[in-house]
């Protein structure tokens, strides 16, 4: 397998091309998973106080074996916690949670527009940045004008902004948006959480003509796209599979027709009206 290759963020930090969604696993469980996936080469781990597994992150983190400088942990505040002291404290209650001295990237985890203290926990965060709690800072769920609303007010734009995106809701123009102002797009649900995608012909026809599978077929459609895709797998067979997406390149053609399975989000998921504590 090829290893997963990285770039460097607007802050000068590196980040993996791929990484590993660990939403629903957790306890002794959920660590082997995660240990499985650092032993297959994974490097980059995603949590969020509301996955209730940051503690499994940190055990993972402590039983790989692997350097903590070579492996990348995100988490992220909850909505209940938005504010400028409120961020702080609760990047510092990860820390404890997580049983680390250091977030690689911390996210704001929705925007929540009906609180309307998204900006007020940007600058929280900038300031936990600032004190050496995280290396880099970023969001989640952020539309456009909320990017720019924060870039106005702080003069600070966010490393990376992970979003619903997968070939059914291929996120054209933020993706554009985020290119114009040197923000990482990452993708949530990247599979499109197993739904029908992995079953559609075309994917399977793609699948053909590059001797890989389906999934492969689709992660590297996101990293093509210039996004690091964060699929989440308990299974270290299908880990693997999923992280062997470097060995073969889509046409620009290719990557077009998938991209033009576009049909909208998967579920009510729409920053603007879905909220979340
Ligand atoms: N910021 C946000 O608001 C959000 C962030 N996220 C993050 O994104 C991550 C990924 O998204 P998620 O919603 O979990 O969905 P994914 O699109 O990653 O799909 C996960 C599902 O696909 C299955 N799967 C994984 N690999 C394969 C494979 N090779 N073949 C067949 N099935 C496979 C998994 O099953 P199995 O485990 O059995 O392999 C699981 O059922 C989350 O875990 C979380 O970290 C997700 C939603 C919102
Ligand atoms: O997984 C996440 O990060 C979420 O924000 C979840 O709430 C996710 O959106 C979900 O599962 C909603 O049904």
Redo the contacts with the bound molecule.
Sequence with gaps: MNAIPTVILNDGAWFPELG??????RGEEGIE?MVAAIDSGYRLL???VN?ENEGEVGEAVRRSGVDRDKLLVTS?IPGRHHGRQEAIDSIKGSLDVLGLDRIDLH?I??PNPSVGRYVETWRGMIEARDLGLVRSIGV??FTEDQLTELIEETGVAPAVN???L?PYFPQEALRAFHRTHGIRTE????????SEL?TEQLIHELATVHDV????VVLRWHTQLGST???????PD??R??ADVFGFTLTEDQVAAISALERGRLWD?DPLTHE?M
């Design positions: 590993l969604g660990t939403y629903n696993l998973a995603d949590t969020a996955y992220k996210l985890h929705w989640s769920n992970q979003v619903e997968h993708s949530w649900s990247p599979l499109a959480r197993r992995l599978t389906p999934t492969q895709p964060i699929p989440k797998s308990a299974d299908r880990q599979e999923n998921g979340e």
